[in-house]
């Protein structure tokens, strides 16, 4: 592999020092190609196929569904924007980055423009270690984003990324010392100004010895055009326990999950109204957005379904509502009166239901289990009474860091299921599977 990788990088040279004399496309093109190259999958492909022997291998790429995600905004560490697909990647030297796939060719590609960055921080790619990303309200091709910067100094800096010009600059730093940590997180744009907190946890040293830690929280808005900060005076957000988590053209949304309260401002933060008391025993695990028929999907479920009992009690419950744009909510009459989770397409709602299988105890002395039994299911959004089964993973393909489902295709994180011994853990293995479950077809994506 390394003779075809010199081989290639010479040819490429090559190449690139006849496209002076050529036109600027030929140029472009060549690019294009050791980009796509410096990002193909170096899998053992061999092992992964027979692991998923129910599968077979893709052999064709076709976005032809009429379903989609347009329009859908979904709670998710999956993000799609302008036919990409977004998702944060750890590679085997420790450096986090984002990757793409674009959903036209289903081809992957790193956020960073540069074809031949390592992607490390020796290297000096300034696209490690991004996270919590926001998309500008004008324009898809426009990213913010907090970047975690690991130096002398521990501090968090605001990022400004153009991926149509790849630009990237550093908008706003909040530094942070020895005994005091400050960490940002992005919340929405609205006004051309970008709502942001920061948390910031502070270390208590009485008599030369730590004691405890002091948490403050600040919330504030950035202005886009002049990057002038303000301090916003919200009584009611400098609780810990109230989160901003979703915001539209109408209201701010917070999830009080301490009191099990669901509720909305206006976007100036006033006129506060409850929709949802969901109760203490309960919690949100899903939120996603239709914006064009305006409706909120939610759902509540028992905490106990996370809880470290392997056990099963007959009156937990999981649910689905939806509010409207007045703030307004019914339940939906779904097949299973335990749902954990859901995902949202245009037709579709494809969720998980607690149907748990134990399978021992882990190292840290907590029951291994798979609460959602490796299986996802739909139902028409139309009639959402009956279901489908749309994915087994056969307790061998794990989703247990997420998925996501566009057209006829399931994105998801692979986890393997580990036995040492007594022992057993699921280990997230930094490879991502696309299956196709109308063809039943996998392609698999090494996200290192």
């Known amino acids: 592999m390394k003779i075809r990788y ?3 990088i010479i040819l490429l040279i090559c190449l690139t020092s006849l496209s002076s004399c050529t036109k600027n496309n030929a140029k472009d093109d060549t690019l294009k190609l050791a980009e796509k190259y410096n990002q193909e ?4 492909y061999d092992y992964l196929n027979k692991l998923t022997y129910w ?9 032809s569904s009429d379903d989609s995600m347009n329009n859908i905004d979904i709670e998710s560490d999956y993000l799609i924007k302008n036919n990409k697909l977004y998702f944060s990647v750890s590679n085997n030297t420790g450096n986090n980055l984002y990757a793409y796939i674009d959903l036209k060719t289903g081809d992957k590609f790193f956020l960073c423009p540069d074809p031949f960055c390592p992607h490390t921080r020796e290297s000096g790619c300034k696209y490690l270690d991004l996270f919590n990303l926001i998309f500008s309200p004008s324009s898809d091709n426009i990213i913010y984003a907090v970047k975690i910067v690991l130096s002398e100094d521990f501090y968090n800096v605001i990022c400004f990324i153009d991926t149509e010009n790849d630009t990237y600059r550093e908008i706003y730093k909040v530094n942070s010392n020895e005994n005091i940590r400050n960490y940002i997180r992005l919340y929405f744009i609205h006004d051309n100004k970008l709502y942001f907190s920061i948390t910031q946890d502070e270390r208590i040293i009485e008599n030369g010895e730590f004691t405890s830690v002091s948490i403050k929280y600040y919330y504030m808005a950035l202005d886009l055009h002049t990057n002038e900060v303000e301090t916003l005076n919200i009584e009611f957000l400098s609780q810990e326990y109230e989160h901003i988590v979703y915001v539209n053209d109408k209201y701010i949304f917070f999830d009080d999950y301490e009191n099990g309260r669901f509720f909305a401002t206006d976007l100036n933060f006033e006129n506060e109204r409850t929709i949802l008391d969901y109760g203490k025993d309960f919690s949100r695990t899903s939120l996603c957005y239709d914006k064009e028929t305006q409706e909120l999907f939610i759902v509540i479920c028992s905490k106990s379904f ?4 392997a056990e099963k009690n007959d009156i937990e419950t999981g649910y689905v509502y939806c509010i409207n744009n007045n703030l307004e909510y019914h339940k939906l009459e779904m097949p299973s009166d335990k749902i954990i989770d859901i995902k949202l397409t245009r037709k579709y709602i494809y969720y998980t239901i607690y149907d748990p299988i134990y399978y021992g105890t882990s190292p840290r002395n907590i029951p291994c289990i798979d609460e959602s039994g490796n299986k996802i299911y739909r139902v028409s959004r139309d009639n959402t009474t009956s279901s489908e089964l749309i994915f087994d ?6 989703f247990k860091n997420g998925y996501i489902v566009t057209g006829d295709y399931i ?10 011994g007594s022992m057993y853990w699921f280990r997230y293995m930094r490879t991502a599977a696309r299956i196709n479950f109308v063809d039943n077809t996998i392609k698999w994506f090494n996200i290192d």
């Open 6 to 8: 010199a081989f290639f």
């Open 41 to 44: 999958d170096l899998i053992n």
């Open 55 to 63: 599968l077979t291998p893709e052999k064709e790429y076709s976005y």
């Open 306 to 309: 996370f809880s470290s009992s």
């Open 393 to 398: 993973g056969h307790e061998i393909l794990f």
């Open 411 to 420: 994105y998801m994180d692979y986890s393997a299921l580990v036995n040492e």
